[in-house]
């Protein structure tokens, strides 16, 4: 008889493999809204993309609304919660780190991305704030094109169109 594999799949373990480095980190500072985390949690688990999220959150990691996105543990493991923002960029060191907003330049269709980049989103009712806007570790300020006088997209929405942007860049690694 052969000897095993060590690095073959036990097929005791259900749990599917996660990628050793994501294509992408995408962070989360303080949202308010637990639907769209749980519509951004089932994101990272589809892309591989790593979700982090910075306190304070505006709901329970346990509410009914994060479950019925059809999160199970394997769809959580792709998720960090960190206490602070500095806490978050400490466990992300020497990324580049592009803030999200619809009040910038740069068009999120113009940047080459690269492995390990941190794509970081603002609250839902108020965006990022100027302090976290301005930090010394955030790389550019990126828009995704709207029409005239509207707002701002649903948060998640907007993470999607920028996840699966990298995520195409990297010839969609793994799926
Ligand atoms: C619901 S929006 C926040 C709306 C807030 N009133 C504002 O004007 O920024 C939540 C987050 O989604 C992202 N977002 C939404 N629309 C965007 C756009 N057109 N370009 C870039 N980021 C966008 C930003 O990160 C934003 O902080």
């Known amino acids: 008889m052969p000897d095993a594999d060590p690095a073959a799949t036990n097929p005791h373990d259900h749990a599917p493999a996660a990628p050793p480095t994501p294509f992408t980190h995408v962070v ?12 951004a949690i089932r994101l990272a688990a589809v892309t591989g993309a790593r979700l982090h999220l910075v ?4 709901f329970d990691l346990s509410e009914a609304k994060l479950k019925r996105a ?3 543990y394997h769809d959580l493991a792709v998720m960090d919660v960190h206490p602070s923002f ?10 580049r780190v592009f803030a999200f907003t619809a009040h ?3 068009s999120y269709a113009d ?6 980049d941190v794509l970081l989103f603002g609250p839902e009712p108020t965006g990022l704030p100027d302090d976290v806007l301005d930090h010394p570790r955030v ?3 990126v828009k995704i094109p709207m029409l005239p006088s509207r707002r701002s ?15 195409r860049q990297a010839g969609f690694a793994g799926a």
Request: charged residues 20%; glycine residues 10%; proline residues 7%.
């Open 70 to 72: 059809g999160l199970d």
């Open 55 to 58: 306190e304070p959150l505006g």
């Open 28 to 39: 989360y500072f303080e949202p308010r809204i637990a639907g769209n985390t749980g519509s």
């Open 153 to 167: 997209l649903n948060l998640t929405n907007a993470a999607s169109i920028v996840v699966y942007e990298a995520w």
């Open 86 to 95: 500095d806490a978050a960029l400490d466990a992300l060191p020497g990324a």
């Open 111 to 116: 940047v080459a991305y690269e492995p390990g």
């Open 104 to 106: 910038a330049t740069t």
């Open 139 to 141: 790389t550019d300020r």
